[in-house]
């Protein structure tokens, strides 16, 4: 199914539809509910879509800022994604086509994924898992890591899972904070032809860690591996004795589905809780509109698991629908730079969905390496993470959909779940760089301090101001940061944290963080938290950092240093602070650029004014200073050498 857009409205910037395509869409309408009724109406038809083994007694109880979808209801997200297509033909369907960073690809079909699944919740069982329990999983992209969230999923052990490329201390902060007893882990993980020791960081984790009791570790690059006996224990040898009849666990539709630890604006990461019964509904829900997905694609979402994205449209609501997924464990560059599209050739990919930093690396790699492939399986592509650019947003429209395919511009949020704004393929126009509208049945605003509505063109506030069935219930173990950090600047609605633009077609169009998050790459990064992990380094007395506007990252991060007397500066030194916090976060969190400076632009109760440093850094002429308590930290900062 690919017929064209209609590209007469391109003088204009938009995208229409052509008639015939949108004739064979699944969603033939953007219209969103008008009240909360309707709007309830919608997620109730949506939510018996599912397989409940009871059904809810109310849709949504709602004591501003906790919400309850579809209580009373008992489901399983484990039977939804697996036990219920096989009673179909989907039995015998590829559930997952996992291609390895070597090359290598096999498939897994309903039933076998099935049956892994049921043998590693026994696994789990085995090891004293208990419903409720935190299950930590620090892995690479494999196939064994969803079917170890699908068996937690299955006994309703909320799993944690730990992006692969966070270091061991963030790793360990992690388990800390979700009291997790069990772990499950592999030996390394392939990147770029190396070997990462992914293992070698779990054991310096639980070195000063309590409370894991056991580890599972996969074998996946044969790396050899410190094991503790009693604690450490491979998954093949423990699959082998496993039975694989396990029923799935009737659960609450309020039941903890998974945490997964997200940046704010604080020091601490956050631990997002998603439940059942409404993340499900929710996520599949869009992702079956959305991708207006038809039963043979070939549906590849380029996200890890360690994301928000690999958990809603990378596992659950892909096979929730039955879909068939690609895992791809690699890199787009590695062994060539035409890795993608080699798999898509390969694989005959229908939807890509990626994030707007990879399409603009494509773009500086040039278009001679798309071309060389055979692209035409694709109807459909997505983006989401990050604002696109109109010109990344047109390259990918034409060199990778040949102008034939629509693109959604997806925004969400981990606390969302899932999508909230997007356009329907195939229904609504698209406009390069806006993300379009709310999803039906969710209802976002522009609105200013006070929380009223802006007018159309201002800058404002994106607020959500209905509940969500996948909206985030609280953070773990902590309902008054919850409280505070969502719902404190307006009472029952929820603060996104982004500023946004509305133009004369209610269309949204998303500027970026409005707080101290920074996003590299689509990944979120605290400010804060990279300034405590570099003021506790020796030479360090003071650390501001910021996100500065970089042409592939959409942002990169700056950090401006105060050395503490008798530390000299030297570039030594920079990259040491630069390489401590990427042993301390991970490197996604490595500073692009690190001034060590004598002075910060502060105002006089003390607060770093960062949008001095932003001017700074990308070397701009300094906006108002009248908040600045002393001008002469600006003068000694603009001797700094940022080119
Ligand atoms: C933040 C959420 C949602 C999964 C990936 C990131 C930014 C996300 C878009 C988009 C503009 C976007 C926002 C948002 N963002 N998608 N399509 N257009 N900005 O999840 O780490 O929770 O980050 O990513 O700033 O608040 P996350």
């Not at 579809?70 to 179909?88: I, M, P, T, V, W």
């Not at 704010?264 to 631990?271: F, S, Y």
């Not at 908040?627 to 930290?633: K, P, Q, Y």
Request: aromatic content about 10%.
């Amino acid at each position: 199914m690919t017929q064209e857009l209609v590209n007469g409205f391109k003088e204009k910037n938009v995208f229409q539809p052509a008639e015939n395509y949108k004739k064979e869409v699944l969603v033939t309408h953007s219209e969103t509910y008008r009240n909360r009724q309707e709007r309830l109406s919608f997620w109730e038809e949506r939510a018996s879509t599912l397989s409940w083994f009871k059904k809810w007694d109310t849709v949504l109880e709602w004591n501003p800022p906790f919400a309850k979808w579809f209580e009373g209801g008992k489901l399983n997200a484990s039977y939804n994604c697996l036990d219920r297509h096989l009673e179909s033909s989907r039995r015998d369907k590829a559930a997952i086509i996992f291609e390895g960073e070597h090359g290598d690809s096999f498939v897994l079909t309903y039933s076998q994924l099935h049956r892994e699944v049921c043998k590693f919740a026994n696994v789990l069982k085995s090891l004293g898992v208990k419903k409720g329990e935190v299950v930590t999983i620090y892995m690479p992209m494999v196939p064994e890591t969803v079917i170890a969230m699908l068996a937690c999923a299955r006994i309703g052990a909320p799993h944690s899972v730990v992006f692969g490329g966070f270091s061991a201390e963030a790793l360990g902060n992690r388990i800390k904070d979700a009291g997790s007893k069990v772990l499950i882990t592999s030996d390394g993980a392939f990147r770029r032809g190396k070997v990462l020791p992914i293992k070698e960081n779990v054991c310096a984790a639980l070195k000063s860690v309590q409370g894991i009791e056991k580890v599972v570790i996969v074998k996946h690059t044969e790396t050899e591996v410190e094991i503790i006996e009693n604690r450490d224990f491979w998954y093949h040898n423990l699959m082998k004795e496993a039975s694989s009849d396990c029923s799935a666990e009737e659960l609450d539709a309020e039941d903890r589905l998974f945490i997964l630890y997200t940046s704010g604006t604080t020091g601490k990461p956050k631990g997002v809780v998603h439940t059942i019964g409404g993340y499900l509904t929710g996520v599949a829900t869009t992702h079956q509109f959305i991708f207006d997905l038809k039963e043979d694609d070939i549906y590849w979402c380029t996200a890890d698991l360690g994301w928000i994205t690999g958990h809603s449209y990378l596992v659950y609501g892909p096979l929730a629908n039955g879909t068939t997924i690609l895992l791809f464990e690699g890199t787009p560059d590695y062994p060539k730079k035409d890795r993608f599209w080699e798999i898509i050739e390969k694989h005959k990919v229908t939807i890509l969905y990626t994030a707007p930093t990879v399409i603009r690396t494509f773009m500086k790699w040039g278009s001679s390496y798309p071309e060389k492939r055979d692209l035409s399986s694709l109807r459909l592509l997505g983006t989401v993470g990050e604002p696109i650019n109109p010109e990344a947003w047109k390259w990918f429209y034409k060199h990778i959909g040949n102008e034939k395919c629509p693109i959604v511009d997806t925004w969400w949020q981990t606390e969302t779940g899932m999508i909230m704004l997007s356009p329907l393929s195939g229904v609504t126009s698209l406009k390069p760089g806006s993300c379009a509208v709310p999803f039906p049945g969710v209802k976002v605003e522009i609105l200013n301090r006070l929380g009223q509505p802006v007018k159309k063109g201002e800058i404002g506030f994106v607020a959500i101001t209905e509940p969500w069935p996948a909206m985030l219930r609280t953070l773990h173990r902590d309902d008054n940061r919850y409280q505070d950090t969502y719902w404190g600047k307006w009472p029952g609605k929820y603060f996104t944290g982004d500023g946004a633009k509305l133009d004369e077609d209610g269309y949204f169009w998303i500027i970026g963080r409005v707080d101290d998050v920074i996003n590299v790459s689509g990944h979120r990064i605290g400010t804060a938290e990279l300034e405590n992990v570099l003021e506790e380094h020796p030479s360090v007395a003071e650390a501001a950092c910021i996100g500065k506007t970089h042409e592939v990252k959409g942002q990169a991060i700056a950090a401006f240093v105060i050395l503490k007397e008798g530390f000299a500066r030297s570039e030594q030194l920079v990259n040491e602070l630069k390489n401590y916090i990427a042993v301390k976060i991970g490197t996604i969190a490595r500073p692009e650029d690190l001034y060590l400076t004598e002075e910060l632009p502060k105002t006089r109760s003390g607060k770093i004014i960062r949008r001095i440093l932003r001017d700074i850094a990308e070397g701009r002429t300094i906006g108002d200073t009248t908040t600045l308590a002393d001008s002469a930290a600006v003068e000694t900062l603009q001797k700094l050498n940022v080119s």
